[in-house]
């Protein structure tokens, strides 16, 4: 397989790692200027794809990354690329600082929702980053593309707590990463991504109506890519995620197990009512990790 890149307008490649195999489901972003920089590289089993996209492309060394949260499948590849590229610097919330050079919590964290042997065939195993390639992302730090052409970071909260975004005001793209949550191909609505321990839907909207006030052409979000209607997609965000809390909420006396497969059944409904095509719904319902969804909404309901 071949990774599959992207060009769109003002020098903004989409680079498909081809996460767990397949299209569509992760999306970096290379911005090609004076001082280039790539946003998120994905799991370690996507790195190869993630060097011969980039070779596709000419580019032998990239010195800089920004990575929007440090959940592994946006940052889990990162201690391959620091050591492939010279003088390599990751930019990344400050909690990477400590969490990047021993990954055994990031790691631990996620296996606990996904097993062991399932990260290590899926998404592969990480290897540690020197502490010296990391720099701490600040709110409202611009990184200089171009003499007049800047990338700046906003602190946006609410999906983890660790995650940033980061805006182009040239082109007016805010780069997502997990904080609207999931569109996959052909769909042109959000799917809620609210896992715990952080999700809290106050902060995240908080985060969201600061994305709001932006002047945004585009919105280009990790799982996966650009999309030219950004405030109808956050006011689509806005619905589901208060539709879902909703949901969970009048479900008291369920387990967690129950409530994911009421969850799936009312999510899978309410597409057909749309007249989602099926494959599509079936991208969205085999893409999602629904146990984990509940998990996250309840840890938000009862610390309210
Ligand atoms: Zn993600």
Redesign the pocket.
């Known amino acids: 397989m071949q990774p599959i890149v992207k060009k769109f307008d003002n020098n903004i490649y989409q680079i498909d790692v081809l996460m767990e195999g397949k299209e569509g489901r992760l999306a970096c972003y290379y911005i090609d200027s004076k001082d280039p920089i790539l946003i998120e590289v994905g799991p370690s089993k996507s790195f190869p794809y993630l060097v011969s996209a980039l070779e596709s492309l000419g580019i032998q060394n990239i010195t800089r990354s920004a990575i929007t949260h440090l ?1 592994l ?2 940052v889990g590849g990162i201690g391959h690329v620091v050591s492939k590229y010279k003088n390599h610097f990751v930019h990344v919330h400050e909690l990477g600082v400590k969490h990047l050079p021993n990954p055994e919590r990031l790691w631990n964290a996620v296996a606990e929702i996904y097993t062991d042997e399932w990260l290590t065939n899926n998404w592969g195993k990480i290897k540690p980053t020197p502490i010296e390639n990391i720099k701490t992302l600040n709110d409202g730090h611009e990184f200089n593309l171009d003499k007049n052409r800047k990338l700046k970071s906003l602190y946006s909260p609410g999906h983890a707590k660790h995650h940033y975004t980061f805006y182009d005001s040239e082109s007016g793209t805010i780069f997502m990463g ?1 904080t609207l949550g999931l569109i996959y191909p052909h769909g042109d609505f959000i799917q809620p991504n609210l896992p715990p321990p952080d999700f809290n839907k106050d902060i995240l909207f908080q985060s969201l109506e600061k994305i709001y006030s932006l002047d945004l052409k585009q919105i280009a979000i ?2 996966f890519g650009l999309h030219l209607n950004p405030y109808e997609l956050i006011d689509n965000a806005y619905k589901s995620i208060n539709e879902w809390i909703m949901f969970i909420n009048n479900l008291p006396n369920t387990s967690n197990d129950e409530a994911a497969e009421l969850l799936k059944n009312w999510v899978v409904n309410n597409y057909e009512s749309l007249n989602v095509d099926s494959e599509t719904i079936q991208n969205y319902i085999s893409n999602s990790h629904f146990l984990m969804q509940v998990a996250g909404i309840r840890n938000y309901l009862s610390s309210n």
Do not use: L, R
């Open positions: 959940h499948d946006h997990d990790a799982h």
